[in-house]
């Protein structure tokens, strides 16, 4: 595997499931996101992590959490979701935060029932 | 007044017409501006990368940014139905605590064959 990849790439969720993203990068970065793109609006950053730890909460609910156990791979944990959370969720990662090329991951299409 | 404005079509031409892409922003810090391609059903893939004002060309691509009248733009010559995709533009002030990229909503472009 190159680049980053993400797992799954659908999700359909009702509203009570706990489920779980996962994004590896295989770049040797050190800096991981995570967006969301919704339709019609830009990507919304959500979470930055540099070396594990988190530097970025973008005012995010907390039936989002995001988890990154090292610099390699980061997971975003959904918890009674709402309907409009329905998007694509996008996994990027860049040499470092502050790094203006990011590589994005082909995305997570989640739809909550 | 948005950050970031951008039309997102959809706009639609014949293959080998030139296409012009463009993107206006308010936040006179920006000096780092990207271009992403994305296909449907993928991430966002890292086009072109520009520092500051001037001209950037690779193959049939031309990304050239407007500092003064805060406008960016992107051109495709020979364009081919492969690259039939939403274009994305991206901008972010200096490194450092401001990584943050500000992303346009995107242009859906379709080159018909």
């Known amino acids: 595997e190159t680049g980053v990849t993400q797992t799954p790439r659908h999700l359909v969720m009702g509203m009570t499931n706990k489920k779980s993203l996962k994004c590896e990068q295989h770049?040797?970065?050190?800096?991981m996101y995570w967006y969301k793109q919704s339709a019609k609006k830009p990507l919304e950053l959500m979470f930055v992590?540099?070396?594990?730890?988190?530097?970025e909460n973008n005012s995010v609910p907390s039936r989002f959490s995001p988890e990154c156990p090292n610099s390699s791979h980061l997971f975003l944990h959904l918890h009674t979701l709402q309907p409009e959370d329905s998007a694509l969720y996008l996994c990027a990662s860049s040499v470092l935060v502050g790094g203006e090329t990011q590589y994005f991951g082909p995305g997570t299409r989640l739809l909550v029932l | 007044q948005k950050e970031v404005e951008q039309d997102p079509g959809p706009l639609s031409v014949p293959e080998g017409a030139i296409v012009s892409l463009n993107c206006t922003y308010s936040n006179s810090a920006f000096q780092y501006f990207m271009w992403y391609r994305q296909y449907s059903r993928k991430g966002p893939e890292l086009l072109m990368y520009t520092y500051s004002s001037g001209n950037k060309e690779d193959g049939r691509f031309t990304a050239q940014v407007d500092k003064s009248s805060k406008y960016i733009s992107l051109f495709i010559r020979d364009s081919q139905p492969s690259d039939s995709a939403t274009y994305l533009c991206a901008m972010s002030a200096s490194g450092g605590s401001n990584y943050k990229l500000t992303f346009g909503k995107g242009t859906l472009l379709t080159v018909n064959p």
């Open positions: 992590y540099s070396l594990e730890e988190r530097v």
């Open positions: 770049l040797g970065h050190n800096a």
